[in-house]
């Protein structure tokens, strides 16, 4: 499941910025040759313009989607796109926890009350039944925990902990990635400042002049860069501290109800 996820999130991620990069080009090519028709017309166009401009109304502000989409392609569709490739990758992996933690949660009284009448009423073999057909690892914990039971109590509590340890790694799998895309995606925003500076610097360069328009274009590309890493960053962050809660909350569950399952075996046994 985790591999599909991934897969789709970066097919669509890959064709996303194939069409911003192509949009940009058409962008491009159609500002170029407005300007080229418009040079003959200058005068006209003025004129045409000016009683346009008083008769047309606002309309209003423009869509938040195509601000997103214009900010994305002056930062650079292809510098963006690593960033935007992070932010998927980093939510297809979080999606995929949430959706593992879920299913792992286990309501432990419920469990524990049928295991113990199971215990009571028919032994051993009836209490691992009923955590065989119950999901999480609270219930795999319990199970491992009933399976060595005969050897003693000692042995049950040891097989306890080395499984709860197994278990616990598989709750925490793939958070590493999520932490690194939180790293990772501001310093690809910061690395896209400075290579927007430079370019800033080397516009200047071959201008020859200080320009109020060259500077402010180049900085303002940079920004932007940095700008959607932090936006990736903060929102992978919430992502990655909920399911670090979510992983607490299942570890809290699972020592309490091993510690209640061992006093169950201990009486178990005195019989």
């Known amino acids: 499941m985790m591999k599909r996820v991934l897969v789709f999130m970066t097919f669509a991620a890959l064709l996303l910025i194939g069409t911003t990069q192509t949009s940009q080009a058409q962008t491009e090519q159609a500002a170029a040759t407005e300007q080229t028709a418009e040079q003959p017309q200058a005068a006209t166009t003025q004129q045409v313009e000016e009683p346009a401009m008083a008769t047309t109304p606002v309309t209003g502000e423009?869509?938040?989607?195509?601000?997103?989409?214009?900010?994305?392609?002056e930062g650079g569709a292809g510098f963006m796109g690593v960033i935007l490739l992070t932010l998927i990758l980093g939510l297809a992996i979080a999606i995929e926890r949430i959706i593992y933690l879920n299913l792992a949660t286990t309501n432990t009284e419920k469990l524990l009350a049928k295991v113990e009448k199971a215990l009571k009423e028919e032994g051993i073999d009836a209490a691992k039944e009923v955590c065989r057909n119950t999901r999480g690892p609270v219930a795999s914990i319990?199970?491992?925990?009933?399976?060595?039971?005969?050897?003693?109590?000692e042995m049950a509590e040891k097989s306890v902990v080395a499984y709860g340890g197994v278990q616990m790694g598989l709750l925490e799998k793939n958070l590493s990635w999520i932490s690194l895309f939180i790293a990772l995606a501001p310093m690809l925003g910061f690395l896209g400042t400075v290579i927007g500076m430079i370019a800033a610097f080397d516009a200047i360069e071959q201008a020859g002049t200080v320009s109020a328009t060259i500077v402010a274009g180049g900085i303002k590309v940079a920004l932007i860069t940095t700008v959607f890493g932090l936006i990736v960053?903060?929102?992978l962050q919430v992502f990655y501290n909920y399911l670090l809660s979510k992983i607490d909350g299942i570890s809290n569950q699972m020592e309490d109800s091993s510690i209640t399952l061992i006093d169950m075996?201990?009486?178990?046994?005195q019989k």
Do not use: C, M, S, W
């Not at 319990?142 to 109590?153: C, I, N, P, S």
């Not at 075996?265 to 046994?269: F, G, I, P, S």
């Open 62 to 73: 423009t869509a938040p989607h195509k601000e997103i989409k214009r900010l994305f392609i």
């Open 142 to 153: 319990f199970y491992q925990g009933l399976d060595r039971a005969h050897e003693g109590v």
């Open 233 to 235: 960053a903060i929102i």
């Open 265 to 269: 075996l201990a009486k178990y046994n």
